[in-house]
């Protein structure tokens, strides 16, 4: 099955620098890979995802980077704000089909005013 | 935050006894899920459902039970045969299990669970 590894698991950072999460995946045929964030005493909700078919998405201070050689993904954060202080969670799985969606361990990301 | 709940939000339960815990959706999503999160771990799987009358277990589905006799309902009864019960659950749906492209999650609010 899919093993999904994530780095580090706790992160802080000036506010305004940016933060970089790494994950890296065990199974090759996983093609989609989403982001979630959890807000301290809230529910994960996704925040961005990419699919195999694109090395990098953006979304405004959002960016996640994929090297399907290497198999790793990564979610950068820029100019980062208070409230991007979360525990973040990538996640791998096959695009189509019942597989499951694998989580990883998460990284708890504290930004510094 | 609406479409799916779980109830409730906290529950303590004596060691030995069963629990159910509740989770419901009106999003109309075939699929539902329930994982364990406990601190250090992320998200771990225990069951899921693609569909009305039909659940597969996860990765650590021991000690735990589960039906899916209507779309909006799967709720989970965490049995006295789990070893190690107090853990935050978290209840999740998407339109299907992902055999159309769709993938996306969301989330309850959760329930913790404390065995004393």
């Known amino acids: 099955g899919e093993n999904v590894e994530q780095h580090p698991s706790t992160l802080s950072v000036q506010e305004g620098d940016s933060a970089v999460i790494k994950c890296t995946y065990s199974?090759?045929?996983?093609?989609?890979f989403p982001w979630y964030k959890q807000e301290l005493g809230k529910r994960p909700q996704l925040i961005i995802d990419?699919?195999?078919?694109?090395g990098e998405k953006k979304d405004q201070r959002i960016a996640v980077t994929l090297n399907k050689t290497a198999k790793h993904f990564s979610l950068h954060i820029t100019e980062t704000q208070p409230e991007d202080s979360a525990v973040y969670f990538c996640?791998?799985?096959?695009?189509?089909?019942?597989?499951?969606?694998?989580f990883g361990t998460g990284t708890r990301l504290t930004i510094i005013p | 935050d609406g479409g799916i709940t779980q109830s409730p939000k906290y529950l303590f339960r004596k060691e030995g006894q069963n629990v159910t815990l509740s989770c419901e959706q009106n999003?109309?999503?075939?699929?539902m899920y329930w994982y364990r999160q406990d601190p250090g771990q992320g998200l771990r799987l225990i069951y899921y459902s693609q569909i009305v009358n039909d659940f597969q277990k996860g990765d650590i589905a021991e000690g735990y039970s589960v039906s899916r006799e209507k779309k909006e309902s799967f709720p989970l009864t965490v049995t006295s045969a789990q070893k190690n019960p107090t853990a935050f659950y978290l209840c999740?749906?998407?339109?299907?299990?992902?055999?159309?492209?769709?993938?996306?999650?969301?989330f309850g609010p959760g329930t913790r669970l404390t065995v004393l």
């Open positions: 996640a791998a799985k096959k695009r189509f089909g019942n597989e499951k969606l694998t």
């Open positions: 999740a749906s998407s339109i299907d299990g992902g055999t159309l492209g769709s993938n996306e999650q969301f």
């Open positions: 990419i699919r195999s078919n694109v």
């Open positions: 999003l109309n999503h075939d699929a």
């Open positions: 199974d090759s045929a996983s093609n989609y």
